[in-house]
């Protein structure tokens, strides 16, 4: 018998988010039943603690074109997205979260771009009114900061949300770093790209997993793999403080032939002193950032377990 091709593979991870599975399965298979086209879902359950998983394979009972990729544990929500991906049997995927804080009615304009022959539709949040002011800002400056010194610029609002083309799939998957930044990977491979812009809903249901301390090494991993500014900073940055101290040095020894020795200065030391080592230790840390990173990635280790597929 022959089997259908599946024309459209929704990708999700789902981390503790129990509440949402119904929901979610609801609202996406809506949408895209009405696209005529056959397709599957592809839930990655991220090490749930909560019922996420027994909730997935009760829906599945409802919706057989499911498929459920069940991890050993937590690896993140990359490594999910990345398993997904690895699982999608799709001509097009999309990446969505589980939470519907991206609309799924967008999918119907992903799908009319494709049609138009693009093989990338980013979907773009025009309006972040739902976000706390501190996540807007902090999110503003990571998309300039990235930007400015990355070799891969990323736009900017634009999440994972979006449609990709088993083209731009094949892409990605050369990519197999264990510093996943989605976001720089899907930028990376390039590809003809057309933009949607929406409204970003509040989270319908359960909690988001991101707080501070996560976002900013999150913000870190987005730097590290795109830019090694941050490593070749330092090259400028000394030159330029031994510049200052060669004019500084100078200045001591003609002033020291003129009026002779002075021995105060120990203010002056003491802040020169404390200024260097506090440079050196920041650029020291620059190191371990990278040397860290580069010490994970040697062991390529595999990006995550599969305990059980159903
Ligand atoms: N997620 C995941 N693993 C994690 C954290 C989150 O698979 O370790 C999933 C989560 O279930 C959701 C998506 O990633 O589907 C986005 O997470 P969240 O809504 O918490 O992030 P935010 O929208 O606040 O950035
Ligand atoms: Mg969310």
């Known amino acids: 018998m022959h089997k259908q091709q599946i024309a459209i593979s929704i990708v999700c991870p789902f981390f503790n988010e129990e509440k949402m599975v119904d929901l979610f399965m609801k609202e996406i298979t809506a949408v895209v039943n009405e696209l005529n086209k056959p397709f599957e879902v592809v839930c990655v359950n991220d090490g749930?603690?909560?019922?996420?998983?027994?909730?997935?394979?009760?829906?599945?009972?409802?919706?057989?074109?499911?498929?459920?990729i069940n991890f050993s544990r937590n690896f993140g929500k990359e490594a999910a997205l990345t398993a997904g991906l690895d699982y999608a049997k799709g001509e097009m995927i999309i990446p969505i979260d589980a939470d519907l804080q991206?609309?799924?009615?967008?999918?119907?304009?992903?799908?009319?771009?494709?049609?138009?022959?693009?093989?990338?539709?980013?979907?773009?949040?025009?309006?972040?009114?739902?976000?706390?002011?501190?996540?807007?800002?902090?999110?503003?400056?990571?998309?300039?900061?990235h930007n400015k010194i990355a070799q891969t610029k990323i736009p900017d609002n634009v999440g994972d949300y979006r449609l990709i083309t088993r083209k731009v799939l094949n892409a990605?998957?050369?990519?197999?770093?264990?510093?996943?930044?989605?976001k720089g990977i899907f930028a990376w491979v390039g590809f003809k790209t057309a933009t949607v812009e929406y409204k970003r809903n509040n989270r319908k249901a359960g909690k988001t997993s991101y707080n501070g301390w996560k976002l900013w090494n999150f913000a870190l991993d987005g730097i590290t793999s795109f830019s090694n500014i941050p490593l070749r900073i330092w090259l400028y940055i000394g030159t330029f403080i031994s510049f200052l101290t060669f004019l500084y040095g100078s200045f001591?020894?003609?002033?020291?032939?003129?009026?002779?020795?002075?021995?105060?200065?120990?203010?002056?030391?003491?802040?020169?002193?404390?200024?260097?080592?506090?440079?050196?230790?920041?650029?020291?840390?620059?190191l371990g950032e990278y040397i860290g990173r580069i010490y994970m990635e040697s062991k390529k280790r595999p990006l995550y377990i599969v305990e059980d597929e159903y």
């Not at 749930?48 to 459920?68: C, F, G, H, R, V």
């Not at 990605?172 to 989605?182: A, D, K, T, V, Y």
């Open 48 to 68: 749930s603690t909560d019922n996420t998983l027994a909730k997935l394979l009760q829906a599945k009972e409802d919706y057989p074109n499911m498929k459920i």
């Open 252 to 286: 001591i020894i003609a002033r020291t032939l003129i009026w002779g020795v002075d021995v105060p200065g120990y203010a002056s030391l003491l802040t020169v002193i404390l200024f260097l080592g506090g440079i050196q230790l920041i650029g020291i840390g620059a």
């Open 102 to 145: 991206d609309p799924p009615e967008l999918i119907k304009d992903f799908i009319s771009y494709r049609e138009k022959g693009y093989d990338v539709v980013v979907a773009k949040r025009v309006d972040r009114s739902t976000d706390s002011i501190l996540k807007k800002t902090t999110a503003q400056l990571f998309y300039k900061l």
């Open 172 to 182: 990605m998957q050369e990519l197999r770093e264990n510093q996943r930044f989605m």
